[in-house]
């Protein structure tokens, strides 16, 4: 696959899974809709993982909407921050995997920014319970990620 490599703190920060009961960070994830103007749904490192190789970064999207618009475009940003600075990952669609209630997208990094201004910088979170896991179906769209990992490298 061509393109940039996943940089390392940004890989990082997707490789977590949610804990129960704690807060943990959700990654803005935006597409282009069909007027042009951004669709954001949020993501948390259950349907987000970068490649062993760091070569591409996998998506697990429900969102009837945001399907839509990446089989459309094929483009999406992924937004996250680590503290210390924000990372704007621009990503293209490269590969699709049907499931059930969700697509995983293989994506390239088209481009990539880390942004700081040296000031502490808190990334948004929201708190992890037992029925968002079973509501968002975590454990099927994490395995799925990761079987998607272990057939392309």
């Known amino acids: 696959m061509d393109g940039m490599s996943v940089p390392a703190e940004l890989a990082l920060l997707l490789e977590t899974w949610p804990r129960p009961d704690q807060d943990e960070q959700a990654f803005p994830f935006v597409t282009v809709d069909e007027d042009g103007y951004p669709h954001v749904m949020l993501l948390c490192t259950a349907e987000l993982l970068a490649t062993n190789d760091r070569a591409a970064i996998l998506v697990a999207v429900a969102s009837v909407n945001s399907r839509a618009n990446l089989a459309r475009n094929g483009i999406a940003t992924l937004i996250a921050a680590d503290g210390a600075a924000a990372h704007y990952a621009k990503l293209r669609v490269r590969d699709t995997e049907e499931h059930e209630h969700f697509t995983v997208y293989t994506c390239q990094l ?37 079987q998607r990992v272990k057939d392309i490298g």
């Open 110 to 146: 088209a481009n990539y920014k880390r942004d700081s201004l040296g000031i502490p910088l808190r990334p948004m979170d929201f708190h992890a319970t037992q029925q968002v896991a079973e509501n968002e179906r975590w454990a099927a769209t994490r395995m799925a990620l990761t």
